[in-house]
């Protein structure tokens, strides 16, 4: 009998383990996720950043020609 309740718990254990690596992988792919919509985000704001200072220098050099 206490062979078998050892075994048992063993048995809980190991499910256990396996629970917790498949919730790690899962947590590590969502955070990979989250880390390539920051990155798209990122770039696309320094597109709009390049986009603005271009249109202020037109703007400047076109009151400077005046």
Known sequence: ???FVTALAAAFLAACGVETA???ATA????????EEG???QQRANEKIDQ???AMQESAEKRGGD
Do not use: V
């Open 22 to 24: 498949g919730t790690a």
């Open 52 to 54: 603005a200072t271009k």
């Open 39 to 41: 990155k798209r985000t």
């Open 1 to 3: 009998m206490s062979k």
């Open 28 to 35: 590590a792919a969502i955070k990979k996720q989250e880390l």
